[in-house]
């Protein structure tokens, strides 16, 4: 079969699709078989997509697996959005009033089916709103104030409430959709202005206040103005052409919004909204990672139903990672049997999935920055005095931090150059900090992020003004093929 059909419950799913096969979300999830079809679609109709909930995993798991989900990640995070939804409002104005104008109420809600409604009258604007959040099933909300419609929000339609009457045509429309496609929108190009998101009020932000600087004076020397925004300027995005995100980023978190927001306004973007949807989950790493054969320390996808195998897989002391850890939060070391069970329980509360992975020691990690498939910087991050990883941490407080120690790029081992690059050039072109563990002749990536860490002294010690120069040429290359696309050259 060359597509999968997600839900819930099976059993409750009584449309009958050629060509699809109906499985459980947790199946889909935890049984190998799924993991191994490369390619094939699959139709994530889960009762919702909560952040880390089945629903959401499944979409996530699916693009890791090199399968192609519907919706995708990328999705699942826009129909969260209410004000993504007002941007689509503004985009489809005028076919939102040509298709509306005939109702008589102030209200109305358009039912979505793999881009189709029902009513024939509306499939010009149900398949505009498939086209710019891509899920099988949509609700639209529009209401009518001073005479015009707009679009208040947009969801997604749980298998479960959808109406008897509706069933069949449901099917048909899946057919049809299976037979042909789909094609995401088209995106316009911007202008040369850059902003740099920032939040002065950061304890622990990816690049200090003189970094910061030095970013902006690079900007400048390149030819590109450059100003600092900050969370309460996202409805100034459009007067920008291109983004450089300085802040941590999270996908349930303002800096996602932005890139979304910047993206769907057609400017360049770092990092870019699926770097950010693939970093910041750590099962998605994981088994991007595996299916890609790029060693790791051993590691175990944990659900409810397979925690007792993590001690014999992984042994003892073994490490803890909540999906979305950053900066060695939500990252613990157990070394008892009662402290695995307990964090594990811990951990599960918050997520469907984590992640337990072999305790790996060693005197360093290599951070090695990439920006655009190549090698950007390259540091040694020393662990904290008498611990296990670079910062020491009581509660929420860092106590003491190890000690870095860049050095040239061409001096790093080659071996650990080569398997940073294959790592991050997985996630995309944007601007990654690939992690990874030597020991001995073993050589493993623990993890790439998105949005590393630059600070002045640190990271740029080496190439020192240069490094901010890459980073502000590789911006505006980007703009200029953006800009010479659409002038149509």
């Known amino acids: 079969m060359n597509a999968i059909i997600v839900v819930n419950n099976p059993h409750r799913w009584s449309l009958e699709i050629s060509g699809a096969e109906v499985v459980a979300a947790r199946s889909y999830l935890t049984d190998s078989a799924y993991s191994e079809r490369r390619g094939c679609r699959v139709y994530n109709l889960c009762r919702n997509y909560h952040y880390q909930s089945l629903g959401y995993y499944v979409s996530l798991l699916a693009e890791a697996r090199g399968q192609k989900p519907l919706p995708t990640i990328s999705t699942v995070q826009d129909l969260k959005g209410v004000a993504m939804a007002r941007v689509v409002s503004d985009e489809l104005q005028e076919l939102i009033q040509r298709s509306l104008a005939p109702l008589v109420s102030d209200a109305f809600v ?6 189709r409604n ?47 009457e509706h069933r069949d045509f449901i099917a048909e429309a899946a057919r049809d959709h299976l037979a042909r496609g789909h094609t995401p929108p088209r995106r316009r190009p911007a ?7 920032y939040n002065h009020e950061e304890r622990e932000p990816p690049s200090d206040a003189k970094a910061v600087q030095r970013f902006l004076r690079a900007a400048e020397k390149v030819g590109m103005s450059a100003e600092v925004i900050e969370r309460e300027d996202y ?36 990092d ?53 850890s950053y900066f060695s939060k939500g990252v613990v070391k157990v070394e008892r049997p009662a402290e695995l ?3 594990v329980r811990r951990l599960l509360e918050r997520s469907e999935l984590v992640i337990a992975q072999e305790f790996v020691p060693t005197e360093f990690d ?63 072109e944007g601007f990654y900090g690939v992690d990874v563990k030597e020991q001995g002749e073993r050589c493993c990536v623990i993890e790439v992020n998105d949005n590393p860490t630059v600070e002045a002294g640190i990271e740029d010690s080496v190439r020192k003004e240069e490094l901010y120069l890459t980073v502000m040429r590789v ?14 050259r």
């Open 110 to 115: 358009l039912s979505v089916y793999f881009g």
């Open 118 to 164: 029902v009513a024939r009258r509306y499939d010009r604007l149900s398949a505009q709103l498939f086209k710019m959040f891509p899920a099988p099933l949509l609700r639209a909300y529009f209401a009518r104030e001073d005479g015009s419609w707009e679009m208040h929000n947009i969801e997604s339609i749980p298998a479960s409430e959808v109406l008897e």
């Open 191 to 197: 202008r040369y202005d850059l902003a740099l998101l």
């Open 235 to 270: 409805g100034r995005l459009a007067e920008f052409d291109a983004l450089f995100i300085r802040e941590t980023t999270g996908v349930n978190h303002h800096t996602y919004r932005f890139a979304r927001r910047a993206a769907a306004e057609g400017l360049v973007v770092i």
């Open 272 to 324: 870019d909204p699926v770097s950010i949807l693939r970093c910041c989950n750590k099962v998605y790493l994981a088994e991007l990672l595996e299916h890609q054969r790029i060693p790791t320390p051993r590691t175990v996808i944990v659900h409810r139903d397979n925690v007792d195998l993590i001690q014999g897989k992984l042994g003892l002391p073994c490490i803890l990672k909540q999906p979305d």
């Open 341 to 343: 069970e307990e964090e």
């Open 366 to 428: 290599w951070r090695i920055g990439v920006l655009d498939r190549q090698p950007l910087f390259a540091c040694k991050y020393f662990m904290a005095h008498e611990h296990w990883q670079i910062v020491k941490r009581d509660g929420a407080e860092i106590t003491s931090f190890g000690r870095a120690e860049s050095v040239p790029v061409e001096f790093a081992p080659s071996h650990v150059m080569k398997m940073a690059l294959r790592a991050a050039n997985l996630i995309g």
């Open 475 to 488: 911006l505006l290359s980007r703009i200029e093929r953006l800009k010479d696309r659409g002038a149509g």
